[in-house]
């Protein structure tokens, strides 16, 4: 028979990517998705094993599972908010490792509960989209899909992506069918819809030939000004270098990750993060950041002013460690696909601003 968990959980507003029904904590603090055997235990490598430490930083904090009196049922759809999560009878041992479930929830840091308002995109990784067990009928439909998007060509897929509109004050999302249908002559055009400049500062053209792929991407009320945008750009362009360094000296194999980036979108938050950013002390212990990350929001209530993005590696339902095989060259291929997007993005914007700053003159 089929049994209930009363699991206290919200549905995860700003999902943009991956299979929809995620939820998070009451608080917003954590993810709860249900637990893949495999991504479990990938994240508990990283956790755990020291040849993981350069890769470690980069990956969501993992706070462990949670038991079940059976599986989520999936058929079930997402459930209403304030309603139990639905668990169906887990069968025998054997069916349950073949779904490759865990009877459980698994819990991770929400990534955007930091921001006021966050800017999300979602850029799956690889040149390969199926695993070693995947059947004949679906590597060859895999293989079709990534040829007939950008993903065999430059390693990356913009999976979905979330702009605030400031004027109306909510998040205006561009769907994974935005990405299915651009080339990649158009992910210029996608890095700067999901990296706006401010209404009132001229942009330096992006060309596009997907112009119509999505009728109402957000072009009015959104963005940062230059000079908080072109420092987030910087350190961001940073960090994923770091991982790019990390996941060349990992051995694995990653079929479905993405690269998630967030950043802030609220212009007073913005500007208050990017300053803490510029004066954050570089020999910065790592335990320290540690222990202000566990402690999201002062006294008050009122969410602390901490880096103005975040930069993080995700899903890994399909990702394997191969000990002595090297890097995953489809993945490094996507990192180095992003780290070009962003220097033409920042091209744009020191343009743009170089112009405005003559015009004001």
């Not at 350069?54 to 209403?80: H, I, M, N, Q, W």
């Not at 051995?251 to 980036?261: N, Q």
């Not at 008050?300 to 993005?309: C, D, L, V």
Request: proline share 7%; glycine share 8%; hydrophobic share 35%.
């Amino acid at each position: 028979m089929a049994s209930e968990s009363a699991t206290k959980h919200v549905p995860l507003a700003s999902q943009v990517g991956g299979h929809p029904g995620v939820l998070t904590s009451e608080d917003g603090a954590l993810v709860i998705k249900p637990a893949l055997a495999r991504e479990v235990a990938f994240y508990q490598s990283v956790t755990s094993d020291p040849d993981f430490a350069l890769l470690r930083p980069y990956v969501p904090k993992f706070y462990g599972t949670l038991r079940l009196e059976g599986k989520v049922d999936e058929s079930a759809g997402p459930p209403a908010q304030g309603e139990p999560i639905k668990v169906v009878a887990a069968g025998n041992e054997a069916e349950a490792e073949k779904d490759e479930y865990m009877i459980g929830l698994w819990l991770l840091e929400n990534l955007s509960y930091a921001f006021a308002k966050p800017n999300i995109l979602d850029v799956k990784l690889g040149t390969v989209l199926y695993d070693d067990e995947a059947t004949p009928e679906k590597r060859a439909r895999m293989e079709k899909t990534a040829r007939d998007t950008t993903s065999f060509e430059t390693g990356v897929r913009l999976t979905g992506f979330q702009v605030y509109n400031l004027a109306s004050g909510k998040a205006v999302n561009t769907p994974k069918s935005y990405g299915k249908s651009i080339t990649a002559a158009d992910l210029p055009d996608g890095i700067s819809r999901f990296f706006p400049l401010a209404p009132d500062a001229p942009e330096a053209p992006a060309p596009s030939a997907a112009s119509n792929a999505q009728d109402d991407h957000p072009t009015q009320g959104t963005g940062l000004p230059a000079d908080l945008l072109e420092p987030i750009l910087e350190s961001l362009r940073e960090d994923i270098a770091e991982i790019k360094a990390a996941l060349s000296e990992t051995p694995l194999r990653m079929v479905g990750g993405s690269l998630l980036i967030v950043y802030e979108a609220d212009w007073e938050r913005a500007r208050a993060c990017v300053h803490w950013l510029t004066e954050e002390d570089d020999d910065e212990d790592e335990d320290d950041e540690d222990d202000e990350d566990d402690e999201d929001e002062d006294e008050n209530g009122t969410k602390r002013i901490g880096p103005p993005y975040v930069v993080k590696l995700i899903d890994f339902a399909h990702t394997k460690i191969v000990p002595g095989a090297g890097p995953d060259e489809g993945v490094l291929k996507g990192v180095d696909t992003v780290l070009s997007l962003l220097d033409g993005r920042l091209e744009q914007i020191k343009a743009a601003a170089t112009s405005k700053g003559k015009t004001a003159a």
